[in-house]
T-cell receptor, first 107, second 114 residues
Framework: GIQVEQSPPDLILQEGANSTLRCNFSDSVNNLQWFHQNPWGQLINLFYIPSGTKQNGRLSATTVATERYSLLYISSSQTTDSGVYFCAFEGRRALTFGSGTRLQVQP | KAGVTQTPRYLIKTRGQQVTLSCSPISGHRSVSWYQQTPGQGLQFLFEYFSETQRNKGNFPGRFSGRQFSNSRSEMNVSTLELGDSALYLC?????????????FGSGTRLTVV
């Protein structure tokens, strides 16, 4: 099956710093999405981004489908950004998730 | 607009028992999916329902089953619980035919098997 690799696995930032999270996939994928799992376990859909670039406040995402990767940018990080970030692609009405990037933003 | 509601939030069961988890999707969403999250295996797809029909199933044993009702609410059942079934179970709903909005997840049910 298609493999999804996320990097880095762990990231510690000071509040106010910027970061880039990466998602590589081994083959062409459909309907790439980014999620944030907060410390209480809820998965929040950040972006549905099969291709191109989208922005939502301090977050933006870019997917280059032809080169099989997607990037999530977090600018001016806040402590509330802490948690685990997952990318996922859709196949046969099921999401396949990467292993996630655990982000800790320190005050 | 209410989100995806999962009940209960926490559950402790004994090995060999069975358990039923509930998921109420966003109003108007007829597609409901279930996922299991464990530290070792990460997030894994269990099954997906649409209009009371299971359309896809992940690679889980037959002890894991589900159903969907006419109001789109869904339940999943795990029989003969094993210690390894301890996990966070997440439900997601989506507006069929509108992939641009992706999936919306509930807060999950954290199951502990002792």
């Amino acid at each position: 099956g298609i493999q999804v690799e996320q990097s880095p696995p762990d990231l510690i930032l000071q509040e106010g710093a910027n970061s880039t999270l990466r998602c590589n996939f081994s083959d062409s994928v459909n309907n790439l999405q980014w999620f944030h799992q907060n410390p209480w376990g809820q998965l929040i859909n950040l972006f549905y981004i099969p291709s191109g670039t989208k922005q939502n406040g301090r977050l933006s995402a870019t997917t280059v489908a032809t080169e099989r990767y997607s990037l999530l940018y977090i600018s001016s990080s806040q402590t509330t950004d802490s948690g685990v970030y997952f990318c996922a692609f859709e196949g046969r009405r099921a999401l396949t998730f990467g292993s996630g990037t655990r982000l800790q933003v320190q005050p | 607009k209410a989100g995806v509601t999962q009940t209960p939030r926490y559950l402790i069961k004994t090995r060999g028992q069975q358990v039923t988890l509930s998921c109420s999707p966003i109003s108007g969403h007829r597609s409901v999916s279930w996922y299991q999250q464990t530290p070792g295996q990460g997030l894994q797809f269990l099954f997906e329902y649409f209009s009371e029909t299971q359309r896809n199933k992940g690679n889980f044993p037959g002890r894991f089953s589900g159903r969907q009702f006419s109001n789109s609410r869904s339940e999943m059942n795990v029989s003969t619980l094993e210690l390894g079934d301890s996990a966070l179970y997440l439900c997601a709903s989506r507006l069929e035919g509108n992939r641009n909005y992706g999936y919306t997840f509930g807060s999950g049910t954290r199951l502990t098997v002792v």
